[in-house]
């Protein structure tokens, strides 16, 4: 079963507005990650949640975790033409990516 | 510091043949994965060293493959008798320890098998 799908596939915005992301996993976990992939830096990792956490932030990103509802929301604010790329979740119960969330900002 | 380093960048190869990819994890890191990314697809778990634990190899299309890891550093990973279906980019991670832990991933290789 795939772990870590991510919602919705493609995602188009101005620079500047905010952009969300949902991811949804199976199984119970000990912690849910986000990355980032584009042409230029390939896979990256942006951010860590621990189950035990509900919301992290790192700089002009923001993460929530709903352990209840096996989900997990990105949101990426005052987007900049640089954050085009994929987004995907990935939880430490499984080591599957699912497809991504293609986002696109555009100048 | 040095990041997590694979070669080749590009392999083209025929139908048949066997090629042999490599990863050089960030030093020090215990665990180190392998994945396989088709186009336009997610990331598809192949294996993952951790340590000296028997490796994790339940991602493993088929026998073609197979995966070594030398201590804690190098790993290569084998695909006998390429088919055109094995076309992807293969991506190479490691970690500080195991799956807790944030996973730092080289630049890939992109396979494309004729």
């Known amino acids: 079963s795939q772990q870590g799908e991510e919602d919705p596939q493609a995602l188009s915005i101005q620079e500047g507005e905010n952009a969300t992301m949902n991811c949804s996993y199976k199984?119970?976990?000990?912690?849910l990650q986000w990355y980032r992939q584009n042409s230029g830096r390939g896979l990256v990792h942006l951010i860590l949640?621990?189950?035990?956490?509900r919301e992290k932030h790192s700089g002009r990103l923001r993460v929530t975790l709903d352990t209840s509802k096996k989900s997990s929301s990105l949101l990426i604010t005052a987007s900049r033409a640089a954050d085009t790329a994929s987004y995907f979740c990935?939880?430490?119960?499984?080591?599957?990516f699912g497809k991504g969330t293609m986002l696109l900002v555009s100048p | 510091g040095a990041g997590v380093s694979q070669s080749p960048s590009n392999k083209v190869t025929e139908k048949g043949k066997d090629v042999e990819l490599r990863c050089d994890p960030i030093?020090?890191?215990?665990?180190l994965y392998w994945y396989r990314q088709r186009l336009g697809q997610g990331l598809e778990f192949l294996i993952y060293?951790?340590?000296?634990?028997?490796?994790?190899k339940s991602g493993l299309p088929s026998d073609r493959f197979s995966a070594e890891r030398t201590g804690e550093s190098v790993s290569t990973l084998t695909i006998q008798r390429t088919q055109q279906e094995d076309s992807a980019v293969y991506l190479c991670?490691?970690?500080?320890?195991?799956?807790?832990?944030?996973?730092?991933f080289g630049p890939g290789t992109r396979l494309t098998v004729t």
């Open positions: 199984t119970s976990i000990n912690n």
């Open positions: 949640i621990r189950s035990n956490e």
């Open positions: 030093s020090g890191h215990t665990a």
């Open positions: 991670a490691s970690s500080s320890r195991g799956l807790a832990y944030e996973q730092y």
């Open positions: 060293f951790q340590g000296n634990s028997a490796p994790d």
């Open positions: 990935a939880t430490d119960s499984t080591l599957t």
